[in-house]
């Protein structure tokens, strides 16, 4: 079955940097669009990244532009989130989703939770001050 792992969390203080792997199996990584995803207690998940198929385009949420950077290794079936100058509003549970299959990933719809197939169980990451 499919499974996405992902890892990299942690503490980090701020203005430090962290980068996030997502592990992926079961489905045929290059085929898919991959998105970070984070949360914290009792917010709604919102979007932080996502990287589509090739050829590549990545999308950012406003607020982790010009910080964090999206790559992926096709062959190793990996996607990383690079975190730069990393705030306390950063700290969240970060998630790993592969998007739609059947659906064409624009700069709309990646933003979307809903779009997206599977998830990871998420990784910690946590901001100090």
């Known amino acids: 079955q499919v499974q996405l792992v992902e890892s990299g969390g942690g503490l980090v203080q701020a203005g430090g940097s962290l980068r996030l792997s997502c592990a992926a199996s079961?489905?045929?990584?290059?085929?898919?669009?991959m998105g970070w995803f984070r949360q914290v207690p009792g917010k709604e998940r919102e979007f932080v990244a996502a990287?589509?198929?090739?050829?590549?385009?990545?999308y950012y949420a406003d607020f982790v532009k010009g910080r964090f950077l999206l790559s992926r290794d096709n062959a190793k079936n990996t996607v990383y989130l690079q975190m730069n100058s990393l705030k306390p509003g950063d700290t969240a549970v970060y998630y790993c989703?592969?998007?739609?299959?059947?659906?064409?990933?624009?700069?709309?719809?990646?933003?979307?939770?809903?779009?997206?197939?599977?998830w990871g169980q998420g990784t910690q990451v946590t901001v100090s001050s």
């Open positions: 989703a592969a998007f739609s299959r059947v659906r064409v990933p624009t700069s709309t719809n990646v933003r979307s939770q809903g779009e997206y197939d599977y």
């Open positions: 079961g489905l045929t990584f290059s085929s898919f669009a």
């Open positions: 990287i589509s198929r090739s050829p590549i385009s990545t």
